[in-house]
């Protein structure tokens, strides 16, 4: 098991202006905070979009931090511009992302911490940001009675773990 003082699930848009901001704030890369994302490449959601979705059709993307949006002609396909600018934005940044790597359960370990299992082993944090979006996003249900939330990580087809988390008194 892998430890580290910071786990960001995810590498689309939130993820990145994270580990950016982690880094930044002196956190080691791979270290200290590491970024999982259990997509093949740089993109987030949008390396999944439909082709015909043009560059002018969504009239822009927000600007990562430390570096802006490339100029692009409208017609660009969203699913190759975008990221092609997430892959240069975590080159330029060095950025600790690995990938591919899913995470299928977070659960509490000892110490206050959380264990964060992935299909390539663990890793034991302290703390966890949560950036994995629309496309994959946890739902947070609250039951009446229970002392907790219970979080699911669902992606479009199924929900893959549940987990419940104490609140603070």
């Known amino acids: 098991m892998e430890h580290v003082d910071v786990v960001v699930i995810g590498a689309g848009q939130a993820g990145l202006s994270a580990a950016y901001h982690l880094v930044r704030m002196g956190f080691r890369p791979y270290d200290e905070v590491v970024v999982l994302d259990r997509n093949p490449a740089p993109g987030g959601a949008w390396q999944h979009r439909w082709d015909s979705l043009t560059m002018y059709d969504v009239h822009g993307i927000a600007t990562l931090p430390g570096l802006g949006v490339p100029e692009s002609a409208g017609s660009e396909r969203a699913n190759e511009f975008v990221p092609h600018y997430f892959g240069e934005y975590e080159q330029q940044f060095d950025l600790p992302i690995m990938r591919p790597v899913a995470v299928t359960t977070v659960r509490e370990a000892p110490e206050r911490r959380l264990e964060v299992v992935t299909n390539h082993g663990s890793w034991n944090t302290a703390a966890?940001?949560?950036?994995?979006?629309?496309?994959?996003?946890?739902?947070?249900?609250?039951?009446?009675?229970?002392?907790?939330?219970?979080?699911?990580?669902?992606?479009?087809v199924h929900v893959t773990s549940v987990v419940v988390f104490a609140r603070d008194p």
């Open 128 to 156: 966890l940001v949560n950036a994995t979006g629309t496309w994959d996003r946890p739902f947070i249900l609250s039951r009446p009675g229970v002392s907790g939330d219970f979080i699911c990580w669902k992606d479009e």
